[in-house]
């Protein structure tokens, strides 16, 4: 899958023609974040403007484990991915041996694994209601001056999710859509 020209997410077997400065290995499983979803690919392009050197990841609902596993790529110095079914468990520890990256501790877990915890960038491709219920835990995770980086719903829930988001001290600092589906980007206040 063509993320961007930039970014191209493959299974092992397969060898592109073309050289793509970013490369993801995924054995999709059945483990969602394979890089076909929009929220996959919103999150994937957002995280190129951003500088992960030495920064702290959290992936929250990692899936595929794709976003945690790019992270890395991009210099992050831990990355901490966790999610509720084991499957995606399995597969995101198969998909960081494949991608030869280190620093990444998985998890079976839900939000509240993250009481206690901080990190410089918090991400989460999690549906409306689950994010909602579970926000203080992602803003409490959050450094201040961190990013939280919220996907998994469409346009018409933008206000429901800010609203919430904003009583618990984010701040919106950009909103982008791909074909309803929606990418929001906080600061930390």
């Not at 023609?17 to 970013?22: A, E, I, K, V």
């Not at 190129?48 to 990692?62: A, E, I, R, T, Y």
């Not at 790529?73 to 995101?92: E, H, I, K, P, W």
């Amino acid at each position: 899958i063509e993320i961007s020209k930039d970014i191209l997410i493959r299974i092992p077997d397969y060898k592109p023609s073309t050289p793509y400065r970013h490369e993801i290995i995924i054995q999709p499983e059945m483990s969602f974040g394979t890089g076909t979803h929009e929220t996959t690919s919103l999150i994937l392009e957002t995280m190129l403007s951003f500088d992960f050197k030495g920064k702290s990841v959290v992936d929250c609902g990692c899936g595929t484990g794709v976003l945690g596993i790019f992270a890395a790529q991009l210099g992050a110095s831990q990355v901490y991915a966790f999610d509720n079914d084991m499957g995606c468990v399995r597969n995101t520890n198969h998909n960081v041996q494949l991608n030869c990256v280190k620093n990444i501790t998985v998890e079976n877990a839900t939000l509240e694994i993250l009481q206690g915890k901080q990190f410089n960038y918090t991400i989460a491709n999690i549906n409306k209601n689950i994010l909602i219920a579970n926000m203080q835990y992602i803003a409490q995770a959050t450094t201040p001056q961190g990013i939280v980086m919220l996907s998994g719903f469409y346009s018409e829930d933008v206000d429901d999710i800010c609203e919430t988001a904003t009583k618990l001290g984010l701040r919106l600092t950009a909103n982008t859509a791909k074909n309803n589906w929606t990418l929001l980007t906080f600061i930390k206040e």
